[in-house]
Structures are given as C-alpha cells and as structure tokens.
C-alpha cells in the first residue's frame, strides 16, 4: 500500500492568503511531504469556484515536477470533457519530462451542473467524451501520423513531439463512484480511483477478469479523509 497527499488550493475568504504567497507556501508542504516519504501528490479540479478551487491541475503538475526529486504527481482528476485531448496529451508529456517520468494521468467525466453550463458542454455527453479522450490520448503517446474522425474530436496525422518519459505513456486512472463509471475504468484498461461509498473494488476486478485482464496488473486508488487534531 501506498500513502499521497490530495492537494485542491482552495482559498477562502475567511482565511485568504495572497495567491503567490499561497501557493508557494502549498509547494513547500509538498517538498516537505516528500521529504516524510509520502509516494504520491494528487491534484483535483474545478472550475470558477468562491474559494479558488484548482482549474489548472496539469499546469500545477509541472510546476511540482520542478521543485521535487522523489515524489509521484498525478491527477485525482483531471475533468476531460473540458479539455481538448491532443492539447491534454501535450501538457501530460511535458509534465511527465520535467518529472522525469514520475508522473500519472487520471481522468473522470465531471459531474457539476455549474460548470458544464458555464463551458457550455452537454453534461450527457460527458461518458462518451472521456471514453473518446482517453481512446485519443492512449494512441496520441504510442502512434504517429495519428488520424482520428470522433465524435467530438478530428485529427489528422498528428505526432506528438516531444514524446513522453514513460513508455508508452504515463500510468492511465479513471475515476468512477457508480457500477457503471467502474465498468468503464475496466474496460478503458485503466486503473481505478475512487472516493467515499461503497468498495468498489469487487466490480472492477470481476469486470477486469471477465475481459481476460489480469486484474494484478492494475491498481486502485481510493481517497480518504484524514483530520489531525
């Protein structure tokens, strides 16, 4: 088992901090956290929220990358329907090389009515669009001359340059709560984070195995709250 720290960079009112000062003061807790062996950092998303919630998770990946040695840095998640996937596959390699390989891409479909209203995104196209984003990204980091007619995205005969540290891509998480966002993280061949409810851990191994998976292959994270007193 594997310990991280969750990191979302809200910043209420009630106790603002200037934002360079802020989040300066977030990065050296990181540097510390890898310094007490924590394994991994997570960074969460949202948009145009009060208390200045996160909307940049993999821009903030990279600026982690630079300041640390040891630690993994990944995404827990990184909302896909509101990024275009050629232009995430860019940002995940070039977190991944200033890393130097240390880092993972998770992904999840949204749920907020806010924010697809505000992007202005069919909030039920939201599974179809992770599902393509994914299938896009996955070829994008291992093809070339990538052409691609989707649903929701066209490319033609891209090549990602550059390529990637981790071959043939960084480590790919989905992240469901439901039977039916746990089917998917299985059959996308990802591994499977998750949050408060039931475990979802028997429904995605029995899916992982009834696609002739070897489901040890494959890792869950589950996030937890912890409160020092």
Known sequence: MRFGLMYDFRNPQRWYIEPPKFYRLMLDQMIEAE??????????????TEDAYNPASLSMAAAIAAVTNRI????????MPFIHPVR??????????????????GVGQ??????????????????ERLTEGVEIMR???????LSYNGKFTQTHKMTLSPKS????????WVGARGPKGIKRAAELRANLMTTLGP????????????LGENKDSFKIAQLRMVYCA
């Open 35 to 48: 310094k007490l062996g924590f394994d991994h950092i997570w960074l969460t998303e949202h948009h145009f």
């Open 72 to 79: 993994r840095i990944g995404t827990f998640i990184l909302l």
């Open 88 to 105: 995430a596959a860019e940002d995940i390699v070039l977190a991944d090389i200033l890393s130097d390989g240390r880092f993972d891409i």
């Open 110 to 127: 949204g749920y907020t009515h806010e924010e697809f209203n505000a992007f202005g995104v069919d909030r039920k196209e939201r599974g």
């Open 139 to 145: 070829r994008l980091f291992s093809e070339d001359d």
């Open 165 to 172: 540290v981790q071959k043939p891509h960084p480590p790919i």
């Open 199 to 210: 475990d979802p851990a028997p429904l995605y191994l029995e899916t992982l195995e009834a």
